[in-house]
């Protein structure tokens, strides 16, 4: 059974709103992976946690030397040292954390002020979920954005030194 043509021409009316070509409707994207990947700020906060990571893991191994060499039960030895890694992977877990969150504010805001000077309505996160299917690649702003971003980094970090 053919469709009326009343409801044809509805559902032409309803694509044509929701495609790009609606008067003023600016959209694109980013490959969030890669944005991410590529970032300055992203190996600048990397190389933070990994210090930070192997102050622990010396801290650890002083341990581990110190209950080594007293007098204690071998037993009570792994317990010590077991609890104090435990503590110390949680607290790398919330640094790391607290590093990405970071990140994601500064991508983030980056993408507010771009959207705004450049009069988009909408920026898409492409990823590897497939939250986008298709997009087409004239609609990718990864790399721009990416120039743009480090740039505005690498100057508050410059100024900063």
């Keep these: 059974m053919l469709a009326s043509p009343k409801y044809l021409l509805l559902a032409l009316v309803g694509l044509a709103a929701c495609t790009n070509s609606s008067p003023g409707l600016t959209i694109g994207y980013i490959n969030t992976p890669k944005l991410m990947q590529q970032y300055h700020g992203t190996l600048t906060q990397r190389q933070r946690v990994a ?55 500064e991508v983030n805001g980056y993408l507010k002020k771009y959207g705004a000077a450049h009069h988009y309505d909408f920026i898409f ?37």
């Design 51 to 105: 210090a930070q990571a192997q102050v622990w893991q010396r801290s650890l191994d002083s341990l581990t030397t110190k209950l080594t060499a007293a007098s204690r039960p071998a037993s009570e030895q792994q317990e010590q040292v077991a609890r104090y890694r435990t503590v110390l992977q949680q607290k790398l877990q919330a640094t790391s954390q607290r590093a990405d969150q970071q990140l994601l504010t």
């Design 125 to 161: 996160g492409a990823n590897d979920t497939g939250n986008i299917v298709f997009a087409a690649d004239s609609r990718d702003l990864t790399a721009e954005v990416l120039t743009g971003l480090n740039q505005e980094y690498d100057t508050a970090h410059k100024a900063g030194r």
